[in-house]
């Protein structure tokens, strides 16, 4: 009895022991366990194409639009005011220079859209390309990113503006309104004004398809014109690089088809946004590849083309090229081109009015309705009409639009369609990569990715070098440095013309 005693008493010990040594280790694992759920989140940024398809993180009912209505909303964002200087692009790099640059800034734009899908993805809350920069890095870059998209925004509206204006005096002079370019844009703002009820990019998408079929008739209109008409002088272009004699202005044209090439397919400026309006954001990597597609394809086809019937010394913009008998008021191809290319640009004008009108209202009255009561919608104009006003001030008073453009190009565009997405996504796979070894995984930061990183931060930073380049360069030389003017005739400020 005292031996079996002895025994249930060691083995009541040797019980409680293991009890005891068993809830510590269950304790353990646990806060193991919690420690790797919390980095659970950010290791779905390593997840690929196929899991980040069959497991979307944004809730579904989010948004309505389709992939294919997103890919052309993409590319109508900036196809309607790049299909005119194509053929520059082209003429000025050279066919094959040309097509090489476009194919490759237009890979670095998706793959740098694609690295923002992966980080929306992984931040479903986020809504806007400044609210990612904000949850991956923290304030300073919701703050850069803030300032590079919707500058950008808020100053290519008034050449959206001008644009408009100029397609509608070259369509015909309107009696009382005279040459004055202004006048035909203070009209168009006017119709432009009503655009800021738009309020998001679902509310969209018939006026996108509308731009696609816009975009398409520039593109016919040119082809057509350029067999039906002669270029006189006709200058051959090269197959790399132009034919100007001077190093200088041969190089400072090379940048100003770099430029072209760099805002021509932009999709980093509504990623974020445009993903959030979908049924399935994930898909947004399909609308991608249909429009860099589709860009390729436009300069392939309207650019080379047009380039190989009237030569290298095409202007800057198709309608402004001396010596061709297409673009002259009453013709035909005229008339056509800048209908197109009204109805074109002003649904780009919509396009940038959307985030920036939201991003105004979201900080002035967080808690708006949104409803679509008269009392919300003047609510809402008003929150839009400080980035109306501002966009008919620039486009009545900046000396030069061209100018503007190629400025705001050099200093937002290379910025928010690589360089920005690059440092996020770089910030995002190394803390995946201290979240895996926090969980006991071996999951560096794999070679492909450092690589893709690599080359679309090294392609962004030398097209702001090309895009910087050009801008400064068309003001530096005498040969290629436009007119300036503030004012009509009736009402001239200041004006500045080469003698």
């Not at 790099?93 to 090489?100: F, K, T």
């Not at 002259?328 to 109805?343: E, H, M, P, R, S």
Request: charged letters at 10%; glycine letters at 8%.
């Amino acid at each position: 009895m005292p031996f079996q005693a002895f025994t249930s008493t060691a083995s009541s010990e040797t019980l409680s022991v293991d009890v005891s040594t068993s809830a510590i280790i269950r304790r353990h694992l646990i806060q193991g366990r919690l420690a790797c759920a919390q980095g659970l989140g950010r290791l779905v940024a390593a997840m690929d194409q196929g899991e980040a398809q069959t497991t979307p993180l944004v809730q579904q009912d989010e948004g309505h639009m389709g992939w294919k209505q997103a890919g052309i909303t993409v590319f109508t964002f900036a196809a309607p005011s790049a299909v005119m200087a194509v053929p520059f692009a082209i003429s000025s790099a050279g066919y094959a220079g040309g097509m090489l640059l476009c194919i490759i800034l237009t890979s670095a734009s998706v793959a740098a859209a694609n690295m923002l899908l992966e980080m929306k993805l992984l931040y479903p809350h986020c809504k806007t390309f400044g609210d990612l920069g904000l949850e991956v890095i923290g304030r300073p870059a919701q703050v850069w990113g803030n300032l590079i998209q919707l500058g950008n925004f808020c100053l290519f509206m008034p050449c959206a503006l001008r644009f408009c204006g100029l397609s509608l005096y070259s369509i015909g002079t309107l009696g009382p309104l005279g040459s004055c370019i202004d006048y035909y844009v203070w009209i168009i703002a006017g119709i432009c004004l009503l655009t800021t009820q738009v309020r998001s990019f679902d509310n969209v998408q018939y006026f996108t398809v509308i731009s696609f079929m816009c975009v398409v008739g520039m593109v016919i209109t040119m082809v057509i014109g350029a067999f039906q008409y002669e270029h006189t002088p006709r200058i051959p272009a090269q197959w790399f690089g132009n034919p100007e004699p001077s190093p200088g202005l041969r190089l400072i044209r090379l940048a100003g088809g770099f430029t072209i090439g760099a805002w021509a397919f932009i999709p980093a400026f509504l990623t974020v946004e445009l993903s959030t309006c979908m049924r399935n954001p994930a898909d947004f990597k399909k609308s991608l590849l249909m429009a860099g597609s589709l860009n390729v394809l436009l300069f392939a086809t309207v650019g080379t083309t047009v380039v190989a019937r009237w030569g290298y010394n095409v202007g800057e913009v198709i309608a402004i090229t001396t010596g061709v008998g297409a673009f002259v008021k009453g013709d035909v191809i005229n008339t056509l081109f800048n209908a197109f290319q009204l109805g074109g640009n002003f649904v780009s004008y919509m396009l940038d009015s959307v985030p920036l009108s939201r991003f105004c209202q979201r900080s002035w009255a967080p808690d708006f309705k949104d409803t679509w009561t008269m009392p919300d919608i003047i609510r809402f104009f008003g929150y839009s009409l400080p980035t109306f006003l501002s966009a008919l001030f620039l486009s009545t008073f900046t000396p030069n639009i061209n100018t503007l453009l190629d400025f705001v190009t050099a200093l937002t565009t290379p910025w928010v369609t690589q360089i920005y997405p690059a440092v996020l996504y770089w910030r995002v796979l190394h803390r995946r990569a201290a979240d895996n070894i926090e969980c006991g995984l071996d999951n560096p930061v794999k070679r492909s990715e450092k690589i893709t990183v690599a080359l679309v931060f090294t392609v962004g930073w030398i097209s702001f070098c090309a895009c910087a380049l050009k801008a400064v360069g068309y003001l530096a030389f005498d040969e290629l440095r436009p007119s300036f003017q503030i004012g009509c005739n009736d009402w001239l400020i200041w004006k500045w013309s080469r003698k």
